[in-house]
Antibody, heavy 120, light 106 residues
Framework: EVQLLESGGGLVQPGGSLRLSCAAS????????MSWVRQAPGKGLEWVSS????????YYADSVKGRFTISRDNSKNTLYLQMSSLRVEDTALYYC?????????????WGQGTLVTVSS | DIQMTQSPSILSASVGDRVTITCRAS??????LAWYQRKPGKAPNLLIY???SLETGVPSRFSGSGSGTEFTLTISGLQPDDFATYYC????????FGQGTKVEIK
């Protein structure tokens, strides 16, 4: 069974930085696009960023463009999200998700999430 | 950016009911539309992809239809385990979720 395990969340001050990781197992990691999705308290799901299987193509929501960087290390089966210039409105539960195809598609497997709290 | 609008936001229903949730896109997404179920404290679960394809392991009482800008998720014979929040998502142009529809017990 596919497994995704996020880590790296925590409390950070506005303007600070944080790096999230997502360790993947039990599937050929490099064959699938991966994404980050978040859910702020009391809000719905918000797509944050995606990366192709090779890592050559990256995509960002307007709300995080220029502040967040998605990357992956296929040799370590790990997905990353480097977050900088964090804002209070970035507070959310962050999920990593596996796409159904190498270039994208629907998200067929999700981790349990890691909580990011941006507060002074 | 493509906006996704779900209706209703809250749906009250009883076990055994047939329920339908609608999702409208601000522009055509062809059939690149997915539906997810989300329960409190759990990760979202993919139900339907490509508008009408049932994900492996999902009960057949779930079905999806539509193309272009209007889509529906139907649950035929609501079960106790189905009370949850449902989200549509387009993946034709980047990815966008609808705001969610909470299915609650009537």
């Amino acid at each position: 069974e596919v497994q995704l395990l996020e880590s790296g969340g925590g409390l950070v001050q506005p303007g600070g930085s944080l790096r999230l990781s997502c360790a993947a197992s039990r599937f050929t990691f490099s064959s699938y696009a991966m994404s980050w999705v978040r859910q702020a308290p009391g809000k719905g799901l918000e797509w944050v960023s995606s990366i192709s299987g090779s890592g050559d193509s990256t995509y960002y929501a307007d709300s995080v463009k220029g502040r967040f960087t998605i990357s992956r290390d296929n040799s370590k089966n790990t997905l990353y999200l480097q977050m900088s210039s964090l804002r209070v409105e970035d507070t959310a539960l962050y999920y990593c998700a596996k796409a159904r195809a190498v270039s994208g598609g629907a998200f067929d497997c999700w981790g349990q999430g890691t909580l990011v709290t941006v507060s002074s | 950016d493509i906006q996704m609008t779900q209706s209703p936001s809250i749906l009250s229903a009883s076990v055994g009911d047939r329920v339908t949730i609608t999702c409208r896109a601000s522009q055509s997404v062809s059939s690149w539309l997915a539906w997810y179920q989300r329960k409190p404290g759990k990760a979202p679960n993919l139900l339907i992809y490509r508008a009408s394809s049932l994900e492996t392991g999902v009960p057949s009482r779930f079905s999806g239809s539509g193309s272009g800008t209007e889509f529906t998720l139907t649950i035929s014979g609501l079960q106790p385990d189905d009370f949850a929040t449902y989200y549509c998502q387009q993946y034709n142009n980047f990815w966008t979720f609808g705001q969610g529809t909470k299915v609650e017990i009537k």
